[in-house]
């Protein structure tokens, strides 16, 4: 079975060149656990105006977010991305889900 998500999170201002840049040079072994996850179809937009950030996936497998943010390498990548958008403690990305309102196939 195949779980779309969404949600948004919160760049720090002037940041979204740097932002851009990291995700253009994502660490290999970061790529390898989130499609590892079954995550698939993985794509962030910027709102330039309110810097908030828009992330949509497609999930395949039962896989959780908690089996995901339990990698040491996620949580390694957390805290790279910390300095530059709102986090929580832990430095995972303080994450808003968004209600599925319409979906066209």
Not at 14 to 41: S, T
Not at 59 to 64: V, W
């Given at each position: ?40 179809n993985y794509s962030i937009f910027l709102d ?58």
């Amino acid at each position: 079975m195949k779980t779309r998500h969404g949600f948004k999170m919160k760049l720090y201002p002037g940041f979204m060149e740097e932002y851009k840049k990291r995700h253009d040079e994502l660490w290999p072994e970061m790529a390898r656990v989130i499609r590892e996850q079954g995550i698939e179809n993985y794509s962030i937009f910027l709102d330039e105006e309110t810097n908030i950030l828009f992330s949509y996936y497609e999930q395949t497998g039962s896989n959780t977010v908690s089996d995901y943010a339990s990698s040491e390498i996620v949580k390694k990548w957390w805290k790279y991305m910390a300095d530059i958008m709102e986090t929580n403690p832990d430095h995972s990305p303080v994450t808003i889900p968004l209600e599925p309102m319409f979906y066209l196939r």
